[in-house]
């Protein structure tokens, strides 16, 4: 596992020799600079995972050097640290893009926690990035296996209706791919970020699918102890499939049809 990076941006020596004593210790590959100036041209040339930057620097602030992270290295964690702190400093490190803001003189164990903190989040979020790549990904049109004319008109429809504010109709017999079909419009859509909720309306009893589709307030019938939030409601912003439709009451069919509508 390779060691994350982390620049330390400090100009007061002793400061910037303990703390990169502390965090190479904790097995960090650990840089530092003495300026705006260097952490700035630092930043340009490596890449790091974290980097804690004084605000009060000589050449150019760490306001300055946080305005070049959110530039050019947004990847980059930053956490803010000051011998001066102020409500209205903390305010502006954090719209410029730091993730804490520390006051010193900077508890030893307070600091590898901080520091702890955000390489944690770093890697999730690192880790969230890859999964959604790995699943839009699995989910191209190449990954769809077919080279007659009919699977590529089918390839052509998915591109023309990704981006669409539009129900789509999927029809085929049991077993073609019609979910395949539908996760490839999902995550080639700019919904791709948002959840995709498949519902196989013939597998959930037809006294509950109404409830699991458009939820329900907390008294609206006998049983109904709680709020449920719908599939519907659930999946704002993204895709919903639902499979089997035809297996559904005519009744509930008319009310779904209502819902698509509206």
Known sequence: MLQERILIV????????????????????TSTASDGEMAIQMLSENNYDLSLIDLYLPKADGFQVLAHLQRESSSTSAI???GHGSIESAVEAMKKG????????VAIDQLRIVIKKALDARRLQQENWLLRHQLKTKYRFENLVGTSPAMQQVFQL????????????????????????????HFNSHRAEKPMVPVNCG???????????????????TGAARIRIGRFEL????????????DMSPALQVKLLRVLQE
């Open 158 to 185: 998915i591109e023309k209706v990704a981006d669409a504010e539009s129900t789509v109709l999927i029809l085929d017999e049991s077993g073609t791919g019609k979910e395949l079909v539908a996760r490839a419009i």
């Open 98 to 105: 730091a993730i804490d803001y520390l006051t010193k003189p």
């Open 235 to 246: 999946v704002n912003g993204g895709t919903i499939f639902l499979d089997e439709v035809r």
């Open 10 to 29: 400090e100009d007061e020596p002793d400061l910037r020799q303990v703390f990169g004593d502390i965090l190479t210790s904790e097995g960090l590959d």
């Open 80 to 82: 803010v640290m000051t």
């Open 203 to 221: 597998a959930i009893p037809e006294s509950l699918l109404e409830s699991d589709l458009f939820g329900h307030e907390r008294g609206a019938f």
